[in-house]
């Protein structure tokens, strides 16, 4: 049985002239040949496939594999998530993680507030700023929190991103406008405690695996969890394993339902922090979490939960072959 691969490398745009900040949340080589490397010891063959323009190119030269374990994140568009599932779909290839609808869906942070709201799920409440004629309209309760509507690894999340009134709100909408040339998320800010919560599985067959706390090392004011701060983790971040009851229980209980609801599958992470009572709140999800197996949030709280990484991608596998004839 053959395995490709679909992904992102950080140096194949580098290269092309991108940022550090517009790569962020592609992948190292590191990254993929700890992937491949475990993917041949449950014993597949493997053949590296790249993002979505080599994807195309070998469907085209008539390639073909049996499984797909996809990891791409795209490069453009807040749809980018969806293009090599939907690609693969068109070709009848099967693949691993979630569906081009919820990919596209859960990367609009917005979105994914208005489902989960619909199922009356707990998340801040928001707004959406489009332009600066919209921040007038807000009528949310200071102090906010705004960040891009469709961006991961925490970019255009920084100290500045809590805002106290309405000048630093129209500010901060200004940069990321200029920065992101999207929407604005902006939501009420709670300053309690930040979990990130993993699941595997898909359906019914969906479990909790396991949750970590973030814990700043040099608290500042709100513990924002910023993109400097994911970037350089292993300095700033103490990563906890999490079971306090009861909350351990209301966060999971959470976390498994909004995956659910979202109809993620074979794994995501779940991102959830406290109001200023403790209780709980869906901040936003990711269908495609990283797999770096000792930079990676899934990975960590596998590992913290006596899962190994082997075991960590062979159960996303085997959650994916469940669909394949």
């Not at 900040?21 to 014993?43: M, N, R």
């Not at 814990?215 to 701060?229: E, K, Q």
Request: aromatic share 8%; proline share 5%.
């Amino acid at each position: 049985m053959i395995v490709g691969l679909t992904y992102d490398l950080r140096k194949d745009y580098e290269k092309l002239g991108y940022s550090e900040q517009a790569v962020a949340e592609f992948d190292s080589e590191e990254t993929i040949s700890f992937i491949e490397s475990t993917i041949e010891s449950l014993g597949y063959k493997t053949a590296r496939i790249g993002n979505v323009f080599s994807l195309c190119e070998k469907l085209a030269a008539g390639e073909k594999w049996d499984l797909v374990f996809n990891i791409a994140e795209g490069l453009a568009g807040r749809s980018r998530e969806a293009q090599v599932p939907a690609i693969l779909e068109a070709y009848n290839i099967p693949y691993t993680m979630s569906d081009p609808l919820v990919c596209a869906l859960t990367l609009d942070k917005a979105m994914t507030k208005r489902v989960l709201q619909s199922a009356g799920l707990a998340t801040p409440k928001f707004a959406v700023v489009e332009s600066a004629k919209d921040i007038a309209g807000i009528s949310l309760r200071y102090p906010l929190f705004a960040k891009p509507i469709a961006e991961g690894t925490g970019k255009g999340v920084n100290e500045k991103s809590k805002i106290e009134n309405p000048k630093q709100l129209k500010t901060i909408c200004e940069t990321l406008f200029e920065q992101f040339s999207q929407p604005v998320l902006v939501e009420e800010f709670l300053p309690g405690r930040e979990f990130t919560t993993a699941v595997l599985g898909t359906g019914g067959d969906a479990y909790v695996l396991g949750t970590m706390e973030i814990v700043m090392r040099t608290p500042t004011d709100g513990n924002i969890y910023s993109y400097d701060a994911k970037e350089r983790c292993e300095q700033l971040i103490d990563y906890v394993r999490f079971d306090e009851k009861p909350l351990a229980g209301k966060i999971a209980a959470l976390a498994l339902e909004a995956y659910k609801v979202l109809e993620c599958r074979d794994t995501g992470r779940i991102d959830i922090r406290c109001d200023a009572a403790g209780e709980p709140s869906f901040i936003e999800i990711n269908p495609l979490p990283g797999m770096h197996p000792t930079h990676s949030d899934l990975p960590m709280i596998a590992t913290r939960q006596g899962m190994c990484y082997k075991e960590l991608v062979k159960a996303i596998i085997d959650s994916a072959l469940k669909r394949t004839p």
